[in-house]
């Protein structure tokens, strides 16, 4: 075992796998297989490990410095792997590993096998994808967003996709209201995505209601719609009527002054 594993022959490392083989088994300079497998790049050992839900051999493999991001040829990594056969533990571990959340969010198969792993295990995949991804609320409002459009396009499972897209949406809220009490909500609505887009605009593009209508957004909502001033309503009454009725009015306050009356 130690020799195929060494050369990387995958058939003959199922073989010994399916036949109980031990692959805990030490040569004399104290390795197993599977530090021969790491060690000489073999990821095929490991997608196979995780499609198998090995999990002490998937451990094995990645303390044994082995790519946890590694693909195959159709560009599947052990993730998907393990959301695929419903491994839940391999997939709780791998979670915790180093993966590249946006390019699993384009995997539409992923993302579905992530809603069927979480059937039994109220949703903690998931939630454990969420928050291990480097933007969560984000995270949250795009899958919220993404399974709500498959829910309209896979009429089998609508119900289970609809179910998930709120729970990513209520995840997105309580987020942001966790972070918002932290830190300011305006700085939070102003960062942005992987692609530039500050997280307001990816609210509002994702339709999340929810998140939308939350008081730290609407606050921040408001202050952009007021410009800031502190007026009561009849000043804002007065400040409409003059520039409808005095054209140049309008123009002299939308001059880039320093004026934040030139904001509203």
Not at 18 to 38: I, M, R, Y
Not at 116 to 121: M, P, Q, S, W
Not at 203 to 227: F, M, P
Request: proline share 3%; net charge neutral; glycine share 4%.
């Amino acid at each position: 075992m130690h020799y195929s594993t060494k050369a990387g022959h995958l058939n003959v490392v199922k073989l010994f796998v399916n036949s109980s083989a031990d692959a805990q088994a030490e040569t004399k300079e104290g390795k197993v297989p599977l530090c021969f497998a790491a060690a000489h790049n073999h990821i095929d050992c490991m997608h196979y490990s995780t499609k198998a839900g090995h999990l002490n051999v998937v451990k094995l493999f990645v303390n044994s410095s082995a790519d946890a991001q590694a693909e195959t040829k159709e560009g599947k990594v052990p993730l998907c792997f393990a959301a695929a056969h419903n491994h839940i533990d391999c997939l709780r571990f791998l979670l915790k590993q180093k993966h590249d959340t946006h390019q699993l969010m384009e995997d539409r198969k992923f993302i579905f096998d992530l809603m069927v792993c979480g059937k039994a295990t109220k949703d903690e995949p998931l939630q454990e994808f969420i928050l291990q991804s480097p933007a969560p609320i984000d995270t949250a409002v795009k899958l919220s967003s993404l399974y709500r459009d498959m829910s309209e396009k896979e009429k089998e499972r609508a119900k289970d996709l609809s179910n998930v897209s709120v729970f990513a949406e209520k995840m997105a809220v309580e987020l942001l209201s966790i972070t918002a009490s932290e830190y300011n909500a305006a700085l939070l609505l102003k960062a942005k995505d992987h692609r530039g887009r500050p997280l307001l605009d990816v609210l509002i593009e994702n339709e999340q209601k929810e998140v939308v209508s939350y008081a730290s957004v609407q606050r921040y909502l408001t202050e952009i719609w007021t410009g800031r001033v502190d007026w009561s309503f009849w000043k804002f009454l007065a400040f409409a009527i003059l520039v409808f009725l005095c054209p140049p009015a309008w123009f002299y306050f939308s001059l880039p002054l320093d004026s934040r009356i030139g904001t509203l």
